[in-house]
């Protein structure tokens, strides 16, 4: 079974760090690209960030590019995002996502629980 | 690229047909999903690339659109349909989603 957890969610006052984590399982980790997904709760999903299975080519949405850092560590089946710098609009319930190619496009196939930062002094 | 959703929400009743427009702010071939999320829950791929189906979604939805302008169909709409859903280019990077269709029940 395909399971991915995130964690590392936390209250943390402007300015500060928090590190994400999202464990997976039921899967090749090495295989497939991953994302990060933000949503504040009652709107939309806002895609974050992008690796690839080999650690390379990370992509950020605007919002966050130089504050924020996606990685991996496939020995360790786990996903990162390092959010440094934060801001209260960075308050949000961080999804962790799998891609999946399939026929010549990629879709975000399984997702995590999610787990909530709150940005707040 | 920017993504747009009409409408923002619609109330209909079971055994509708639903229909959601997405429009992207330049062309992203067919690079367009779907997704259905309901409250509290991660969101569920429906549809990739256009109109391919997730396995495991039911036929009663389809997708639709090239280039700039998409279409997500709900045929026959279920109580389990009640959700809010975004469509997303996967064109190029960042991959923005629409804004959303919350779909509710009339």
């Known amino acids: ?121 | 690229i920017q993504m747009t959703q009409s409408p923002s929400s619609l109330s209909a009743s079971e055994g509708d047909r639903v229909t959601v427009t997405c429009r992207a702010s330049q062309t992203i071939s067919t690079y367009l999903n779907w997704y259905q999320q309901k409250p509290g829950k991660a969101p569920k791929v429906l549809i990739y690339g256009v109109s391919s189906l997730q396995s495991g979604v039911p036929s009663r939805f389809s997708g639709s659109g090239s280039g700039t302008d998409f279409t997500l169909t709900i045929n026959n709409l279920q109580p389990e349909d009640f959700a809010t859903y975004y469509c997303q280019q996967t064109y190029s990077t960042p991959f923005t989603f629409g804004p959303g269709t919350k779909v509710d029940i009339k």
């Open chain 1, 1 to 121: 079974e395909v399971q991915l957890v995130e964690s590392g969610g936390d209250l943390v006052q402007p300015g500060g760090s928090l590190r994400l984590s999202c464990a997976v399982s039921g899967f090749t980790f090495s295989r497939y690209w991953m994302h990060w997904v933000r949503q504040v709760p009652g709107k939309g999903l806002v895609w974050v960030s992008r690796i690839k299975n080999d650690g390379s080519s990370p992509s950020y949405a605007d919002s966050v590019e130089g504050r924020f850092t996606i990685s991996r560590d496939n020995a360790k089946n786990t996903l990162y995002l390092q959010m440094n710098s934060l801001k209260v609009e960075d308050t949000a319930v961080y999804y962790c996502a799998r891609a999946t190619y399939s026929s010549g496009w990629y879709m975000s196939d399984y997702w995590g629980q999610g787990t909530l930062v709150t940005v707040s002094s």
